[in-house]
């Protein structure tokens, strides 16, 4: 805060001029500058309308969908198209202007007529500026009009047209695609393919069930021809009819009876059961026991005997016959069912790949159906937008705020001066920010400290006189330090200077007299000067008394002389109590840099608001580079630049200055 209002105090000429100019500039410019009103309007863009590329019926997809920015950029575009301008202002002068005043006049349509977007909705502002109330207005209405017209010649010109174009060819492209679906199903017999196609299948499955039902009748038929051949083997042609020995025939055609029984049996149970089936086997066993009892009663008989047809042999040869004829006839079923069964399955094929080619026949037309009927509506509404766009109810523009006529002024005059009393405050500011970072000067002890990193033991405010302070409570920090620098306090100070003679001999003078307040008649002045006399020793030395105080002079080349300036330094300090030294500025001599090495301390003496802090910076680098040791800092010459009442309301206050 204290270097702040330093700084601005320090150059308060500057930025007073330039914060009263500027205010003054606005002043001049509220009371010249003419009024101008500005008329305004709003217009709400949409994606509807031309901007709305869904399919008939069906919702837009995400990658159709126009962004609301990109209609909002779209619509600005054509209101700050310049063709609109040039239309607008050709309408406004007549068919007789000349192209000169046409361009001035859209300069400054250009000039005062502002397209913006609003920062938080998709709407768009429009605003022209005007010394005319009415005549802002009426151009931003006239421009909309202009705007609505060729937006309907930009937009929709062609639309209708180009869309029944596209319509009508996609329809020609249908009726063909149609009629070549009807001739290829006349040229294949076919009418609905799906039920052909069906029926097909259902023939073949019922035609592989019949050949199936007929391999097992013929495997059924060759088994029983097979048995009954088995059985017939063994059944004579002739068997016996009559005896006459009574009892024995009538035994023996009881017998026989039994026999014929059983092979009856045997004939029948072969027809069902393998040739080793057990009970085939028992039949046979019982049939040959009879007959070996047969064969066993004959011998035992004579008489005479008849034979006639066996009829079980001939019923054998018929069943037999029958078996044959069937299995012929199954075998010729089964060979039929092979060629009908290769016939339907040709035919399933060939059906099948008419129906790939009829779907994708159909695919096509349904493709070509679907776009007849997109362009279709399009069509339509491309005409309903060609009625739309062509005034203020188009349904992708709408105004929500129509131009009317302003009553206020657009650049009040109080608006001005707060805007000059602003801009002044931040001028102001910045070239007080630039006066500050280009002053190398230092004005308050803070800035030396801060710069340097060397404590300011002595700064006080110049007097109105121009001189400075001489008391002991003056000089009180830098005599507390002089005394508490090392074993046994420094008897012998260098007082050094950059560039200032007349600082260094104040310097001098003000704080040996505040240490001959102290120590009266102990302290001792002595300057080094260019061409005064070298002494040998101390006592060899003129010594003046000014003031209470020994004075003397002692030539620079006793610095560079074997260096006598130590010895005689050491001298004086055995005599008196304090030795304030002086040499020329480290700006003529280096001489007092070399000095430096010769005595107990060294305090630097800077002019506030004189020295540079680059010069200050490079006097504390070549004596500490020597060796010696800096002490502290003497600031002369310090102004105070902020009011009093104002420094004890805000620094003093808060931080109170020692």
């Known amino acids: ?30 009371i010249l500058l003419p009024p101008t009103y500005r008329a305004e309007a709003r217009l709400l863009p949409l994606s509807a309308g031309i901007y709305d590329m869904q399919s008939a019926n069906s919702a837009p997809s995400p990658n159709q969908a126009l962004d609301p920015l990109e209609v909002v950029n779209v619509e600005m575009q054509l209101l700050a198209s310049m063709e609109i301008h040039r239309s607008l202002v050709r309408k406004a002068l007549g068919p007789g202007a000349t192209t000169a005043e046409v361009n001035a006049e859209l300069n400054a349509l250009e000039a005062n007529l502002h397209v913006t977007k609003a920062t ?28 609505f017209e060729a937006r309907a010649n930009v937009l929709t010109s062609g639309r209708v047209a180009f869309l029944v174009g596209q319509r009508d060819k996609v329809k020609a492209q249908l009726d063909a695609a149609n009629a070549g679906i009807v001739v290829y199903q006349q040229q294949n017999n076919v009418v609905d393919i799906a039920a052909q196609i069906a029926g097909a299948v259902q023939q073949d499955d019922l035609l592989r069930q019949h050949k199936l039902d007929a391999e097992a009748s013929l495997a059924d038929g060759r088994q029983s021809v097979a048995t009954l051949q088995s059985g017939a083997r063994s059944v004579p042609a002739q068997v016996e009819l009559y005896s006459d020995n009574a009892e024995s025939a ?42 070996s009892a047969i064969a066993r009663q004959k011998g035992n008989l004579v008489a005479t005997r008849r034979t006639g047809r066996n009829q079980y042999y001939d019923s054998s040869q018929d069943r037999l016959t029958q078996a044959k004829a ?114 190398d000067t230092f004005l ?37 330090a002089i005394d508490g620098h090392g074993p046994h306090s420094a008897r012998t100070v260098l007082l050094l200077a950059p560039n200032s003679r007349r600082s260094l001999q104040e310097a001098a ?65 055995s005599h008196f109590d304090y030795v304030i030294v002086t040499a020329p500025p480290t700006a003529t001599s280096f001489e007092s840099i070399e000095l430096s090495t010769a005595v107990d301390a060294v305090v630097l003496v800077l002019d506030a608001e004189g020295t540079r802090r680059p010069v200050a910076r490079d006097l504390v680098l070549q004596t500490t580079n020597a060796g010696s040791g800096i002490l502290g800092v003497m600031l002369l010459g310090r102004r105070q630049h902020i009011p009093q009442l104002l420094y004890r309301l805000l620094i003093e206050r808060r931080s109170p200055t020692p």
């Open 1 to 30: 805060m204290r270097d702040l209002l330093n700084s601005a105090f320090y150059h308060r000429r500057v930025v007073a001029i330039v914060f009263c100019t500027i205010i003054a500039l606005g002043v001049i410019a509220a």
């Open 444 to 480: 308050a002890p803070q800035e030396v400290e801060r710069v340097l990193g060397l404590p300011v033991l002595y700064a006080p405010f110049q007097r109105r006189d121009g001189a400075i302070g001489a008391g002991r409570r003056d000089f009180g920090r830098l005599i507390a």
């Open 250 to 291: 009538r035994t023996i055609g009881e017998m026989q009876a039994q026999v014929l029984q059983l092979q009856s049996r045997r004939a029948d149970l072969a027809s069902r059961y393998m040739a080793g089936a057990p009970l085939v086997v028992q039949v046979d066993k019982q049939i040959a026991g009879l007959q």
């Open 509 to 573: 003078l003000g704080l040996g007299a505040a240490l001959n307040r102290r120590t009266p008649g102990r302290v001792m002045l002595v300057r080094f000067a260019d061409g005064a006399p070298v002494p040998s020793t101390g006592s060899e030395m003129q010594i003046d008394m000014v003031e209470g105080m020994a004075t003397g002079v002692i030539g620079t080349a006793a610095c560079s002389n074997r260096r006598l300036d130590a010895k005689l330094l050491a001298d004086l300090a």
């Open 326 to 439: 069937t299995i012929a006839g199954e075998a010729a079923r089964s060979t039929a069912l092979n060629a009908q069964i290769g016939a339907s399955r040709t035919r399933l094929n060939q059906l099948i790949a008419i129906q790939d080619t009829i779907s994708r026949l159909r695919l096509d037309r349904d493709v070509l159906a679907d776009t007849f009927r997109t362009l279709s509506t399009q069509v339509e509404q491309a005409r309903v937008q060609l009625n739309q766009t062509t005034s203020a109810g188009s349904p992708n523009v709408r105004i929500i705020e129509a131009p009317t006529t302003p009553s206020k002024r657009s650049n009040p005059p109080m608006l001005l001066v707060a805007g000059s009393i602003v801009a002044a405050i931040m001028i102001a500011g910045a070239v007080l920010l630039v006066l500050t970072s280009l002053r």
């Open 120 to 147: 938080d909705a998709n709407v768009i502002e429009l605003s022209y500026t005007a010394r005319d109330p009415a005549k802002a207005a009426d151009m931003l209405r006239r421009l909309l009009a202009e705007y």
